[in-house]
């Protein structure tokens, strides 16, 4: 079994800031790729920013130079700094994870997603 966790959304201003934290947990053996999609409403669910299986970091060309994905690998954790928040950031912001299990399974995993809203 794996969890991913989010926390971290909530409501804030235009040119505002917000941290995401995912936690994954469970039977773990190795974390490969990781990082963070959105989906806004009546819109497809979209990368944000993420830790590819090769090290690098993706990021959507609509958050670059606002956002910042960070990582803890000892704590199984991935962070999005959030700022200069605009009202087209607004979504449910959802963890995803490509992970290999104990049992040398690999696929991904998503969390449940954790709203950000940025007010006008």
């Known amino acids: 079994q794996v969890q991913l966790v989010e926390s971290g959304g909530g409501l804030v201003q235009t040119g505002g800031s917000l941290r995401l934290s995912c936690v994954a947990s469970?039977?773990?053996?190795?974390?490969?790729?990781m990082g963070w999609y959105r989906q806004a409403p009546g819109k497809q669910r979209e990368l944000v920013a993420a830790?590819?299986?090769?090290?690098?970091?993706n990021y959507a060309d609509s958050v670059k130079g606002r956002f910042t994905v960070s990582r803890d690998n000892a704590k199984n954790t991935v962070y999005l700094q959030m700022n200069s928040l605009k009202p087209e950031d607004t979504a449910v912001y959802y963890c995803?994870?490509?992970?290999?299990?104990?049992?040398?399974?690999?696929?991904?995993?998503w969390g449940q997603g954790t709203q950000v809203t940025v007010s006008s």
């Open positions: 995803n994870a490509e992970i290999t299990t104990v049992w040398r399974r690999t696929r991904g995993y």
């Open positions: 469970g039977s773990i053996f190795s974390i490969n790729a």
């Open positions: 830790f590819t299986s090769g090290g690098s970091i």
